[in-house]
T-cell receptor
Framework: QKEVEQDPGPLSVPEGAIVSLNCTYSNSAFQYFMWYRQYSRKGPELLMYTYSSGNKEDGRFTAQVDKSSKYISLFIRDSQPSDSATYLCAMSAPWGTSGSRLTFGEGTQLTVNP | EAQVTQNPRYLITVTGKKLTVTCSQNMNHEYMSWYRQDPGLGLRQIYYSMNVEVTDKGDVPEGYKVSRKEKRNFPLILESPSPNQTSLYFC?????????????????????FGPGTRLTVL
C-alpha cells in the first residue's frame, strides 16, 4: 500500500468552477504538507505549504489538513485556464536523519476549459 | 537567477551504454536529490545527498549511482541502462533547515526542482 494516495484524474472543469483535489496518507509522522504544481514539460514547483492541521489560504487557493483523518485537500476557487497542470501532494516528517525527504502522491491532472 | 539546471534535457540511448545526467544548483543548498517520475507511480526518490561526500539511497536506487564531490553538483550515473529506466528524471535541491514547527515562511522541506530529463533506453 502506498504511503500517500492521490486520485490521478484526469479532472476537467469549466472556467470559474471550484476545484477540489485530495490526498490521503497512512504515516502518522507526517507533519509538513505541501502542494506542488507541475506544468507540462516543467519541474514541480511549490504552491502551498501547511504545517500540521488546519487551513491556509493564498488568493484563490486554500489548503486543508485533517490529521485525525489523514486527509489533505487543495481547493481552487474561480479556476482559470492557467491553472491547468498536474497537482502533486507531498508530505514529510520533521527534519531528521533522512533530511528533507518528501513522499509524493501520484499527482492529479487538471484541465480548466475556457 | 536562482535555479537548478539539468543536462541533457532529452536523451535516447541503448541498453548497456553508460550515461551521466548532470545536475547543478546555484543556491548554495546543502541537500540535493534525484527523482524519477512514471505514470501511475508519481515521483519516487532515487538518491539523496545531505552534503558534500554524504549520499544515501532513496526508494528506488537500484541501477543508479550518484556522487557529491562539490556542493553545487550532483550527477546521476547509469552504469548499464536498461529499458525499465526509461523515465522522466528530476533533480531537486533544498536549503538544510533544522528548525521544527515553523509558524510561517518557507518550510524546511521546500525543494526546488530542475526542468527534468526525459530518458529513453532502447
Amino acid at each position: 500500500q502506498k504511503e500517500v494516495e492521490q486520485d490521478p484524474g484526469p479532472l476537467s472543469v469549466p472556467e470559474g468552477a471550484i476545484v477540489s483535489l485530495n490526498c490521503t496518507y497512512s504515516n502518522s509522522a507526517f507533519q509538513y504538507f505541501m502542494w506542488y504544481r507541475q506544468y507540462s514539460r516543467k519541474g514541480p514547483e511549490l504552491l502551498m505549504y501547511t504545517y500540521s492541521s488546519g487551513n491556509k489560504e493564498d488568493g484563490r487557493f486554500t489548503a486543508q489538513v485533517d490529521k485525525s483523518s489523514k486527509y489533505i485537500s487543495l481547493f481552487i476557487r474561480d479556476s482559470q485556464p492557467s491553472d491547468s497542470a498536474t497537482y502533486l501532494c507531498a508530505m514529510s516528517a520533521p527534519w531528521g536523519t533522512s533530511g528533507s525527504r518528501l513522499t509524493f502522491g501520484e499527482g492529479t491532472q487538471l484541465t480548466v476549459n475556457p | 537567477e536562482a535555479q537548478v539546471t539539468q543536462n541533457p534535457r532529452y536523451l535516447i540511448t541503448v541498453t548497456g551504454k553508460k550515461l551521466t545526467v548532470t545536475c547543478s544548483q546555484n543556491m548554495n543548498h546543502e541537500y540535493m536529490s534525484w527523482y524519477r517520475q512514471d505514470p501511475g507511480l508519481g515521483l519516487r526518490q532515487i538518491y539523496y545527498s545531505m552534503n558534500v561526500e554524504v549520499t544515501d539511497k532513496g526508494d528506488v536506487p537500484e541501477g543508479y549511482k550518484v556522487s557529491r564531490k562539490e556542493k553545487r553538483n550532483f550527477p546521476l550515473i547509469l552504469e548499464s541502462p536498461s529499458p525499465n529506466q526509461t523515465s522522466l528524471y528530476f533533480c531537486a535541491s533544498s536549503l538544510k533547515d533544522t528548525r521544527r514547527g515553523l509558524a510561517g515562511g518557507r518550510p524546511p522541506d521546500t525543494q526546488y526542482f530542475g526542468p527534468g530529463t526525459r530518458l529513453t533506453v532502447l
